[in-house]
């Protein structure tokens, strides 16, 4: 199974700053890979997909990079409606199991 | 408009089982893999099961095999999770998610599964 790792667990930056966060898979899944957002009481939404593809709707703001086993989602100007927990999914075909991250909370400084 | 709608969760003893159901609208639902996803309290994001387009494929996470299944209705536009064996570390939110081949780009609001004496 591909493990995920998240960091940092938790981030503090402060509105207009940038946030920097880190997702590492044990092994290579290629460009395989998904941000998703969450806010309490909701369900995720798909931020980024093929490791560095915005999905639809989402801003700009939001980008994604890196391929094989480390990746990178990166929020420029943090606004208020960005602090959420974050989360990095690969969907490697194989081994059908697709494995998320632990997960990045995102807070105010 | 795209719209997923988890039902069947609540409270089961251990040893008991249950069956999720995630309704489907707004898209050709037998033109994509369908997958569960759960949430323990304050924790983060589990994926759970997954099922190809015609149901003739499926794959468990370690934690749920033998125990859980996954299938579907075309016809119904309807996923299904069958949940044997419950245990108490499987209390969660269960999400149904519409796999794209690139995440999952529709979430459903999730069912809550308790399962306690």
């Known amino acids: 199974e591909i493990v995920m790792t998240q960091s940092p667990a938790t981030l503090s930056v402060s509105p207009g700053e940038r946030a920097t966060l880190s997702c590492r898979a044990s092994?290579?899944?290629?460009?395989?890979l998904a941000w998703y957002q969450q806010k309490p009481g909701q369900a995720p939404r798909l931020l980024i997909y093929?490791?560095?593809t915005r999905a639809t709707g989402i801003p700009a703001r939001f980008s994604g990079s890196g391929s094989g086993t480390e990746f990178t989602l990166t929020i420029s100007s943090l606004q208020s409606e960005d602090f959420a927990v974050y989360y990095c999914?690969?969907?490697?075909?194989?081994?059908?199991?697709?494995?998320f991250g632990q997960g990045t909370k995102l807070e105010i400084k | 408009e795209v719209q997923l709608v988890e039902s069947g969760g609540g409270l089961v003893q251990p040893g008991g089982s249950l069956r999720l159901s995630c309704a489907a609208s707004g898209f050709t639902f037998s033109s994509y893999w369908m997958h569960w996803v759960r949430q323990a309290p304050g924790k983060g994001l589990v994926w759970v099961s997954r099922?190809?387009?015609?149901?003739?494929?499926?794959s468990y996470a370690d934690s749920v095999k033998g125990r859980f299944t996954i299938s579907r209705d075309n016809a119904k536009n309807t996923l299904y999770l069958q949940m044997n064996s419950l245990r108490a570390e499987d209390t969660a939110v269960y999400y149904c998610a519409r796999g794209a081949g690139r995440g999952y780009d529709y979430w459903g609001q999730g069912t809550l599964v308790t399962v306690s004496s």
């Open positions: 092994q290579s899944v290629s460009s395989n």
């Open positions: 999914q690969q969907y490697n075909n194989w081994p059908p199991k697709y494995t």
């Open positions: 093929g490791a560095s």
């Open positions: 099922i190809n387009s015609d149901g003739s494929s499926t």
